[in-house]
């Protein structure tokens, strides 16, 4: 048998990857993947990614820039990949590193040329942009900040959904969030906060996605955070190939690993597999207006 040919558990066990979960009873979205930092970290390619994570019942990937050339990328695999949706923007630790290289102008042409790519009909987010106070020092802040602003105002004029990454800076995120008039969608990505960022999520409409963190053995405040979100603003994602949910910490992610997250997040909302896959896809169209 052909690799080509090959059933997608065999190319698992060949590739020495992570094993594949049993598929979820009914398919949903990965809100959040980077498929091509996957494959630099010995991860399955593209296409394997997509057809692992089909096997998977995870029908959608929303691939999510984090610098021009990835954004570039993004929507050229949207546009080659049904089941890929493209995400595109400055990471919020890009824009610091692009403003020491090349100044004020290069970041000008950096925000440009995001605007640009965010017109595409591939295009169903800005993301992800936010706010890093764990890599980017207090010197680089005020440009992470302008940077996030910038993001916001082409979220709104193009009406697409705002990923946001919020780390070590909640009380930044949401000064900065109340502060721009906003799009009608905001998606706090691989939600770290705790319940009481929940209830002030919710209480402005926000959607709060959950990564493989609420598997891990120490990740109480996410859990009890997951628990916490109502109904119509939970989603999922693998934000991989970081994250990788238990039993696979440490090894690359993959969005077919998400069922695993899924299960586990079924278990802390007291509900069954069915009920939270029917959530979770419900959801996720409505956050990213996927018809």
């Not at 558990?9 to 809100?31: C, E, F, G, M, Y």
């Not at 498929?35 to 990937?61: C, N, T, Y």
């Amino acid at each position: 048998m052909s690799p080509e040919s090959a059933e997608p558990n065999d190319r698992l066990a060949s590739a020495d990857w992570p094993a594949a979960p049993a598929p979820l009873v009914s398919p949903v979205i990965d809100t959040h993947c980077h498929l091509d930092l996957i494959g630099q970290q010995g991860g399955p390619d593209v296409d394997e990614s997509v057809e692992l994570a089909a096997a998977a019942g995870v029908m959608r990937i929303v691939q999510v820039g984090t610098d021009v050339a990835s954004s570039r990328w993004a929507v050229g695999q949207a546009r080659r990949k049904e089941a890929v949706l493209a995400a595109v923007a400055l990471h919020p630790n890009e824009a610091p590193r692009i403003h020491e290289r090349h100044g004020l102008d290069g970041l000008e042409s950096a925000w440009a040329e995001i605007g640009q790519l965010a017109a595409d009909p591939e295009v169903v987010a800005i993301g992800e942009t936010g706010m890093d106070f764990y890599r980017t020092d207090t010197p680089g802040r005020a440009v992470q900040e302008e940077s996030f602003r910038r993001h916001i105002q082409i979220a709104r004029e193009t009406g697409k959904t705002l990923i946001v990454h919020d780390r070590e800076a909640h009380e930044d995120a949401l000064r900065i969030l109340d502060d721009e008039p906003g799009p009608d969608r905001i998606v706090l990505h691989c939600f770290s906060g705790d319940a009481a960022l929940v209830a002030e999520a919710a209480r402005r409409g926000w959607f709060c996605s959950f990564a493989g963190v609420v598997t891990f053995k120490n990740a109480s405040v996410a859990r009890q955070a997951a628990a916490a979100v109502p109904d119509e603003l939970l989603l999922v994602e693998t934000d991989a190939p970081f994250l990788t949910p238990t039993p696979h910490r440490g090894r690359v992610n993959g969005s077919y690993l998400m069922p695993l997250t899924v299960r586990a997040l079924a278990e802390i909302r007291g509900t069954d597999e069915q009920g939270m896959c029917d959530l979770l896809m419900r959801n996720s169209r409505h956050a990213f207006a996927i018809e």
